[in-house]
């Protein structure tokens, strides 16, 4: 089984930086993914954890601590298009995917 | 095709009603997956496939079946909808099963059943 839990909503400005953390209590790991997904679109892929650290990516950032089940993911200079929702998933000793419910990040003018 | 196609997009159903959602991918990818996603409760895995020929259960097998007679195609079967079936169903699928598992998502089957 697993838990995974991340905030259901944050708001920020663009131009800002907003952190989405996630948590989880999985059967096993072999790594976390980030990915976005846009209003009536498909999750696209953002990023991948497997070892402790951040990994960084133009824009967007993500750290993962394994002894403490806890990831984020940083998105900086936030613009209009960053609006979407953000979803944290963790790959579990099966290697199946088990994804959070998901984050709605809002970005304002 | 490129990538990974779903039909329909969208679909309307009576209950009782048998369906088949599709999914084809040209990436030949090993691995493929069919999740529902709802309000609040995120992605959750019906059913999976690691390589052409096998299938397992995921989170909610409930209600649904799927064969994987080759590796491009991946078709789930509702054989008698019911209206907690309405939800949105993404297809997607991954070069194998190992821990680097980027999954590559269809844009999706809107299915409403009343």
């Known amino acids: 089984g697993q838990n995974i839990d991340q905030p259901t909503e944050m708001t920020a400005t663009e131009g800002a930086i907003v952190q989405i953390n996630c948590t989880y209590q999985t059967s096993g790991f072999n790594g976390l993914f980030w990915y976005q997904q846009h209003a009536g679109e498909a999750p696209t892929f953002l990023s991948y954890?497997?070892?402790?650290g951040l990994e960084e990516k133009g824009r967007f950032s993500s750290f993962l601590s394994r002894s403490k089940g806890y990831s984020y993911l940083l998105l900086k200079e936030l613009q209009m298009k960053d609006s979407a929702s953000y979803l944290c998933?963790?790959?579990?000793?099966?290697?199946?995917?088990?994804f959070g419910a998901g984050t709605t990040v809002t970005v304002r003018a | 095709i490129a990538g990974i196609t779903q039909a329909p997009t969208s679909q309307i159903l009576a209950a009782g009603r048998r369906m088949t959602l599709r999914c084809t991918q040209d990436?030949?990818?090993?691995?493929m997956y069919w999740y529902r996603q709802d309000l609040g409760l995120g992605l959750r895995l019906i059913h999976y496939?690691?390589?052409?020929?096998?299938?397992g259960k995921g989170e909610v097998p409930d209600g649904y079946s799927v064969s994987r007679a080759n590796t491009d195609d991946f078709p789930l079967t509702l054989a008698s909808a019911v209206p907690s079936q309405t939800s949105v169903y993404f297809c997607?699928?991954?070069?194998?099963?190992?821990?680097?598992?980027?999954?590559?998502f269809g844009p999706g089957t809107r299915l409403t059943v009343l």
């Open positions: 496939s690691n390589t052409a020929g096998t299938t």
């Open positions: 954890n497997v070892l402790d």
């Open positions: 998933a963790v790959i579990e000793g099966d290697y199946k995917l088990s």
């Open positions: 997607a699928s991954s070069p194998g099963t190992s821990s680097y598992n980027e999954q590559f």
């Open positions: 990436m030949r990818h090993n691995a």
